[in-house]
């Protein structure tokens, strides 16, 4: 079993940066793949981004391409969202999710989640 929480979140203006923050406990960190995932008022769950177990490979959606970083360290077990030029359409409660090994960017691949962190982005 793996547990996740999520941290970070909060409100911030349009251009500002934030960092998300997920701690992962339980063993083996290293063989799984991690992945973000938020959800708007009144829309569904949608991928936003995920790093391979092995940390050579990471996937993005096209609305974060270029302003989003997910990135990991295996010795903190944690994985980090860097959210750069946030838009006000990035605001969502944004969740953390993994699976072990593979790779995926659909959420029914995810078994474990976190309990999501909110961020607001507003002037």
């Known amino acids: 079993q793996v547990q996740l929480v999520e941290s970070g979140g909060g409100l911030v203006q349009p251009g500002a940066s934030l960092r998300l923050s997920c701690a992962a406990s339980g063993r083996s960190f290293g063989s799984y793949t991690m992945a973000w995932f938020r959800q708007a008022p009144g829309k569904e769950r949608e991928f936003v981004a995920t790093i391979k177990w092995s940390g050579d490979s990471t996937d993005y959606a096209d609305s974060v391409k270029g302003r989003f970083t997910i990135s990991r360290d295996n010795a903190k077990n944690t994985v980090y969202l860097q959210m750069s030029t946030v838009k006000s359409e990035d605001t969502a409660v944004y969740y953390c999710?993994?699976?072990?090994?593979?790779?995926?960017?659909?959420?029914?691949?995810?078994?474990?989640w976190g309990q999501g962190t909110q961020v607001t982005v507003s002037s």
């Open positions: 999710a993994a699976r072990f090994l593979g790779v995926g960017t659909a959420e029914y691949q995810y078994p474990y």
